[in-house]
């Protein structure tokens, strides 16, 4: 199950990286991407994703691996938000931490119905915006 799990991480990764690469040099486009794809993984993994994440839950193997995606997801994440933030060294990484739980607290939000996916899509992206951008000339 955790060859599984990881092969769906992967795939996922290589999606992001890939629509990445195609994107416009812009930060809206950029964030529209990081966000969509977030929110696109959590339906692609549907609920054969959540049931194996679930029944590896308190492994120190799965432990390990979510620390690792966690890590390439944050990484990706800074590598493809830097070149729009005038953000001081060194910040533009716990930005992305956040981002990544505000990211994670929207999926929560949108598992239980609380809140529809098109909105936790746009409000990760602003998020992303604001998030990044010192100065509003840096958005677009």
Do not use: W
């Given at each position: 199950m955790l060859a599984l799990f990881k092969r769906l991480?992967?795939?996922?990764?290589?999606?992001?990286?890939?629509?990445?690469?195609?994107?416009?040099?812009?930060?809206?486009a950029?964030?529209?991407?990081?966000?969509?794809?977030?929110?696109?993984?959590?339906?692609?993994?549907?609920?054969e994703g959540l049931a194996i994440s679930a029944a590896l839950k308190?492994?120190?193997?799965?432990?390990?691996?979510?620390?690792?995606?966690?890590?390439?997801?944050?990484?990706?994440?800074?590598?493809?938000?830097?070149?729009?933030?005038e953000l001081e060294v060194g910040h533009i990484h716990p930005v992305c931490v956040g981002l990544l739980g505000a990211a994670e607290a929207l999926a929560s939000e949108t598992q239980t119905g609380a809140i529809s996916e098109r909105v936790a899509t746009a409000v990760l992206a602003a998020l992303i915006i604001k998030g990044v951008a010192s100065e509003p000339s840096k958005v677009g």
């Open positions: 991480e992967e795939n996922y990764v290589h999606r992001l990286r890939s629509a990445l690469c195609e994107a416009p040099k812009e930060l809206t950029v964030a529209d991407i990081i966000s969509k794809a977030y929110f696109n993984c959590l339906a692609d993994f549907g609920p308190g492994t120190e193997e799965m432990a390990a691996q979510q620390r690792l995606m966690i890590r390439a997801y944050i990484d990706l994440m800074c590598n493809a938000l830097r070149p729009f933030s």
